[in-house]
């Protein structure tokens, strides 16, 4: 079984100011992760995903993760916020084994912000 | 570049009612996927398709049914709609990679808004 606790429903920052999204997973085995964004009435899009090598990945607008085995954490950072990036992050990991389509998402996060 | 396209966008149901979520993509993945959103709880599968002609059960399959029509098409019925289903509902497909396995990442449409009275 898998899941994926996001920490913080609701962040807000600065524009200009650090973005810091939280992703905690569990998986019995090695793991795909992903980062989607959804803006206001639309649907969900890839922001990076990790599979395999390096443990860095680097995402569209500005966006990138990394992934620590040892803390189970793949957090979404970007270091400075612009008002465009206001919407609402999912964190999502699948089993690489099965159907690796078929992901557990978490709760979301909404970030706003302020200019 | 159409993607995956849903139909309707909007919905409203009374309790007993019956209707189908069209789905299409057109980016010729083997691997369909219905989702729902509920506010506070991510999304959840509903069911997904593997490949044409196959269809299983995700986290909260019931009081729904699926067909995959062919390969472009994965639809979802729900026979006697009820106030609980009331929620955003996604389809989204992905593709397999080079080395024959699926990549994992989803490609989502627009989602169909449903209400249920």
């Known amino acids: 079984a898998q899941s994926v606790t996001q920490l913080g429903s609701h962040v807000s920052v600065s524009e200009g100011a650090l973005v810091l999204l939280r992703c905690n997973y569990s998986?019995?085995?090695?793991?795909?992760l992903f980062w989607y964004v959804q803006y206001p009435n639309q649907g969900l899009q890839l922001l990076l995903k990790?599979?395999?090598?390096?443990?860095l990945v680097k995402g569209i607008n500005g966006f990138e993760a990394e992934f620590k085995k040892s803390e189970t954490s793949f957090h979404l950072t970007k270091p400075s916020a612009h008002m465009s990036d206001a919407a609402e992050y999912f964190c999502?990991?699948?089993?690489?084994?099965?159907?690796?389509?078929?992901?557990?998402f978490g709760d979301g996060t909404t970030l706003t912000v302020k200019p | 570049n159409a993607g995956v396209t849903q139909t309707p966008k909007f919905q409203v149901l009374k309790t007993g009612q019956s209707m189908t979520l069209q789905c299409a993509q057109d980016m010729n993945h083997n691997s369909m996927y219905w989702y729902r959103q509920d506010p506070g709880m991510g999304l959840r599968l509903i069911y997904y398709?593997?490949?044409?002609?196959?269809?299983d059960k995700g986290e909260v399959p019931n009081g729904y049914n699926v067909s995959r029509l062919n390969k472009r098409e994965f639809s979802l019925r729900l026979e006697s709609a009820a106030p609980s289903q009331t929620s955003v509902y996604f389809c989204?497909?992905?593709?397999?990679?080079?080395?024959?396995?699926?990549?994992?990442?989803?490609?989502f449409g627009e989602g169909s808004r449903l209400t249920v009275l």
């Open positions: 989204a497909s992905s593709a397999k990679g080079r080395q024959g396995t699926n990549t994992g990442e989803l490609f």
């Open positions: 398709s593997a490949s044409e002609g196959t269809t």
């Open positions: 990790y599979t395999t090598g390096a443990t």
């Open positions: 998986s019995s085995v090695p793991p795909y």
């Open positions: 999502a990991v699948s089993d690489r084994r099965g159907n690796a389509g078929k992901s557990t």
